[in-house]
């Protein structure tokens, strides 16, 4: 069994600065006003639009994420409505397989230190659904139906796509305090990566500890 910690990958080349002249392009359509447009305008014009609330706009753009969690938090993000997803099959995986190193690869809970009663509870209940499934597959049990065992712990991988602005919703919904642990630990690595990237659009939205 291999236990890691969750992780993003950013799949877009991603130039910010081009966005948001982009986004004021679209934006300046609406007033009639491209004739303001200069080198330097769009960040200034972008964000006024922003907060007239006159979100819109910014759904012409959109970003494609890569997300290392386990299949529970993956259960809340496919719950975005206004996204696109791809994501690892239980159904056609098979886990007992060499590509897969012939075992369960699991999300580390971030509640529990290493060695703590908890974590070691945890451990152990994970270890006996791995032995449990790679028995199921031996004896013939096809990966669909010996995946009704499989744990929320389970790594997946999923790719997220979405416009900027249900981006923007997502990053209230799940990087806020009351959001899940597992949850919010995610949706802060991919905040975190957009504000260092794009300017502007996601400025007003706080990483809260």
């Known amino acids: 069994m291999k236990v890691i910690q969750p992780s993003i990958e950013v799949l877009d080349q991603i130039n910010g600065d081009e966005i948001l002249k982009k986004i004021e392009l679209i934006g300046r359509v609406c007033y009639k006003s491209e004739d303001k447009i200069t080198t330097d305008s769009a960040k200034t014009f972008v964000s006024k639009i922003l907060k007239s609330g006159h979100e819109s706009?910014?759904?012409?753009?959109?970003?494609?994420?890569?997300?290392?969690?386990?299949?529970?938090?993956?259960?809340?993000?496919?719950?975005?409505?206004?996204?696109?997803?791809?994501?690892?099959?239980?159904?056609?995986?098979?886990?007992?397989?060499?590509?897969?190193?012939?075992?369960?690869?699991?999300?580390?809970?971030?509640?529990?230190?290493?060695?703590?009663?908890?974590?070691?509870?945890?451990?152990?209940?994970?270890?006996?659904?791995?032995?449990?499934?790679?028995?199921?597959?031996s004896i013939g049990i096809k990966p669909q139906e010996a995946r009704s065992i499989l744990p929320n712990s389970l790594k997946t991988e999923i790719v997220v796509t979405m416009n900027l602005r249900e981006w923007r919703h997502f990053f209230a919904l799940r990087t806020a305090k009351r959001a899940h642990p597992q949850m919010k630990e995610v949706a802060d690595m991919i905040l975190d990566e957009f504000k260092q990237k794009i300017p502007i659009i996601f400025d007003d939205i706080l990483l809260e500890d």
């Open 57 to 137: 706009v910014i759904e012409h753009e959109k970003i494609s994420v890569r997300i290392i969690c386990d299949r529970g938090v993956s259960h809340e993000i496919v719950r975005h409505r206004i996204a696109s997803f791809s994501q690892e099959s239980t159904r056609y995986c098979n886990y007992s397989k060499d590509k897969f190193g012939n075992e369960l690869t699991v999300i580390k809970p971030l509640f529990w230190d290493d060695g703590s009663d908890e974590y070691q509870l945890w451990y152990n209940t994970i270890k006996k659904i791995e032995e449990t499934y790679n028995q199921m597959i």
